[in-house]
């Protein structure tokens, strides 16, 4: 059958979902049904962001000390924290009954999706894709991690 693949731009795992996600699972979920049935090969594999500043500010509202732990305990907490909400999201993505490939999703965590990452960063620097530019890194000195580019906000002068 012919291929259709619609990616997955993931959820952060930091928490409930919300009508935003069920917006977003829901509508893909119509999608992929749509095409399954004119014949193509639509599996719908779901993922998670769970990485970054959202899912550190929630430990942080939780009274969580980054600057007092270690670094590796601070990195497991976060780690243990957001595949909590990997599995509580997922259940109620398939509450939502959205069909998707719910056992096998991509976690930007793990260490197979990481290796993969790495190994598309190589492949793009070996075709001289990568290279320094003028495009800023956005940087947060308060939490001391990058900032999505959708998550500055500009003051009106």
Excluded at 96 to 112: F, H, K, Q, R
């Amino acid at each position: 059958k012919p291929h259709f693949t619609l990616h997955d731009g993931p959820p952060y795992a930091n928490g409930n979902i919300h009508v935003g996600h069920a917006m977003n699972k829901i509508s893909k979920d119509i999608i992929v049904r749509s095409k399954s049935m004119s014949g193509f090969y639509a599996p719908f594999i779901p993922g998670w962001d769970t990485h970054g500043l959202p899912i550190e500010q929630v430990l942080a509202k939780q009274g969580v000390k980054r600057k007092e732990l270690d670094r590796a305990e601070y990195l497991k907490m976060c780690r243990d924290y957001t595949l909590s909400q990997v599995d509580k999201q997922r259940e109620d993505f398939k509450r939502l009954g959205v069909s998707a490939d719910w056992e096998n999703p991509y976690v930007t965590l793990t260490p197979d999706y990481e290796a993969a990452q790495i190994r598309v960063f190589g492949e793009m620097a070996k075709k001289g894709y990568i290279y320094q530019g003028a495009k800023p890194v956005y940087w947060s000195w308060s939490s001391e991690s990058a900032l999505a580019e959708a998550e500055i906000e500009y003051h009106d002068l």
